[in-house]
């Protein structure tokens, strides 16, 4: 089966998270406009298989990443940094700083499920 649900569902979240950030910020993005991305929680499924899948999507760029976890941490600034659209990418282990930063539009929420709220 060529499509599968998680696919389906991977590739409409992001999709709407870029139409989310125009909607609550105002701003509209042009064709060539780059939508901005920090990634909050950079474990196993984000590192694999989500952070590489968004960094290949034209017109996106992560700005930056962040994890409580110094390793998922540094893999995924590594991923970020190593990506030919990446370069030097702000880390933390604050979401709050992350999200106070005027170059995210859109945020990739990749933390266990007790962590999406907050």
């Known amino acids: 089966m060529p499509h599968s649900r998680r ?10 998270a870029g139409v989310a950030t125009a909607s609550l910020t105002g701003r509209t993005f042009a064709a060539n406009d780059t ?11 984000v590192s694999y298989q989500l952070l590489p899948k ?5 017109g996106i760029k992560v700005t930056g990443v962040c994890d409580v976890v110094d390793r998922f941490l ?9 990506h030919k659209n990446g ?10 700083e992350l999200l106070a930063r005027k170059d995210v ?7 266990p499920d ?4 907050p």
């Open 74 to 82: 540094d893999r995924g600034k590594k991923i970020v940094a190593d």
């Open 87 to 96: 370069g030097e990418v702000f880390a933390t282990k604050a979401f709050e």
């Open 114 to 117: 007790h962590w999406h709220v």
């Open 7 to 16: 696919r389906f569902l991977q590739t409409s979240s992001l999709a709407a």
């Open 35 to 45: 939508i901005q991305v920090g990634v909050i929680g950079c474990g196993g499924r």
């Open 105 to 111: 539009d859109a945020v990739l929420i990749g933390t």
């Open 54 to 58: 968004l960094l290949n999507i034209p």
